[in-house]
């Protein structure tokens, strides 16, 4: 009985770390509609990119925890890494201060996050 406790820990920290990611990115949208009418948005985005990004790494640790010593399935695993690319690539874009791939990037990771959170 005591596996069955253990994958359901894990299962849980999964949906815990999604949810925290796709809570980090609505909350990126919040902070970029401050940072274009407010004198502090610049630091609330630029906190919320650090933050957003240890979610995305939080995913990854939690879907390989998942799979690896649960013996679930790899697919989480592969969602989470492609996951932390897109959100490298969201990072490099906001740093470049290129908004025209930058805001749609964030838009779909969004929506792909949501998709993953609504999956579980």
Do not use: C, D, N
Not at 64 to 76: D, H, I, Q, T
């Amino acid at each position: 009985m005591a596996p069955q406790a253990t994958a359901q820990q894990r299962f849980s920290f999964l949906q815990i770390a999604i949810t925290l990611q796709t809570l980090t990115i609505f909350l990126q949208a919040v902070s970029a509609g401050l940072l274009l009418t407010s004198s502090y948005g610049e630091t609330l985005h630029s906190v919320g990119a650090r933050v957003m990004y240890g979610a995305s790494m939080l995913y990854v640790l939690a879907a390989v925890l998942a799979w690896k010593p649960g013996g679930g399935s790899p697919r989480p695993v592969w969602h989470a890494s492609g996951f932390l690319v897109l959100a490298s690539v969201q990072v490099v874009l906001g740093i470049a201060h290129i908004p025209s791939v930058h805001l749609p990037l964030g838009v779909l990771m969004f929506g792909l996050s949501m998709l993953a959170l609504t999956r579980r």
